[in-house]
């Protein structure tokens, strides 16, 4: 479908890629009257249409013929000017492996078939609130100057979204909480500006270690940072925090011509599936004890429970 200038301001976007006309005629039924609909029948056509058309949301199907779902998001999450688009998997394929594969490919989630029209139009909901939800937290001054992340009240924004989805799906939600190790050393021995330019790296370390558009880092305040990770148990953010670790404790940042600084970075991790009756603060407190577990153990680590 071309990209016809339409009166859509208010709506979002959604392309839909699948083969079977069939399942594109049941979606745009099923979504039409919310969203502006593209379609395409092939992975090609639809980066193609995406390139043009800037969805806010893919519905990719995994069994395409040519080019399949998979290498099609692959291309998607390789090309500049698609991949900050959210994909969501349709596929009548179910077993653990193949979300698995998905996930990994930083699929933002799954709708397998046959179509429920209610769990489609939730699952969607769900990711369009999230980008929503991202051009609000840059419209509204949610966005740390310094580093360009978002700051705290940005982060507490996305937090209450994927707290609430987290408990109507009972799915795990994980967050990291990061503090520079011996940042006032390094800002009083080399200055505020070369203090500056540690938080600037830092945080985009972070962003290079974050694999799914899904994840959110954000500056919590001072030398500390905060990653939210959405349907991840506590298997997965423990090892998307070592990756942090390591990515940071191997970045160099220069300091003079023949001068480099290296830094390092402790986190506390907390993972569970909330509850009506489980508490926000408690979950974010339980992380910061574990960062402080770190902080006083040696520092440059991960702690869990």
């Known amino acids: 479908m071309a990209c016809e200038k339409q009166d859509i301001q208010n709506k979002n976007s959604i392309l839909i890629i699948d083969d079977e006309k069939i399942n594109l005629q049941i979606l745009a039924r099923i979504l039409g009257s919310e969203y502006t609909i593209y379609t395409a029948a092939n992975g090609l056509d639809g980066i193609e249409i995406a390139k043009n058309c800037k969805p806010d949301l893919i519905l990719l199907d995994i069994l395409i013929p040519g080019m399949d779902g998979y290498e099609t998001l692959i291309e998607l999450k390789s090309c500049a000017e698609t991949k900050h688009i959210r994909v969501i998997f349709i596929t009548s394929l179910n077993n653990s492996e193949d979300e698995e594969k998905g996930l990994s490919l930083e699929a933002a989630d799954y709708i397998t078939k046959p179509f429920s029209d209610n769990v489609v139009k939730l699952r969607v909901q769900n990711q369009i609130q999230i980008i929503n939800q991202f051009r ?33 799906e009972k799915t795990p939600i994980s967050i990291l909480m990061m503090d520079i190790d011996n940042f006032k050393y390094l800002n009083d021995t080399y200055g505020h500006q070369w203090g500056d330019i540690v938080l600037q790296k ?14 959110l880092v954000a500056r919590w305040g001072g030398e500390e940072f905060v990653v939210l990770l959405p349907n991840t148990p506590q298997s997965g953010a423990i090892d998307i925090a070592e990756r942090i670790r390591v990515n ?14 290296k830094i390092t970075i402790s986190i506390g991790v907390n993972s569970l599936i909330p509850l009506q009756s489980t508490s926000v603060s408690d979950f974010i407190s339980d992380a910061d004890k574990r960062l402080y577990h770190v902080k006083q153990t040696g520092k440059n680590g991960v702690h869990y429970l």
Do not use: C
């Not at 945080?203 to 994840?215: N, Q």
């Open 202 to 215: 830092t945080a985009e370390v972070f962003l290079s270690s974050l694999k799914r558009s899904g994840d």
């Open 248 to 261: 940071l404790e191997n970045t160099m940042i220069p300091y003079t011509s023949d001068q480099v600084l």
């Open 136 to 168: 609000f937290i840059e419209h509204h001054g949610m966005i740390d100057q310094l580093t360009n992340i978002p700051n705290r009240r940005g982060f507490d924004n996305r937090l209450q979204i994927e707290w609430n989805h987290a408990i109507r």
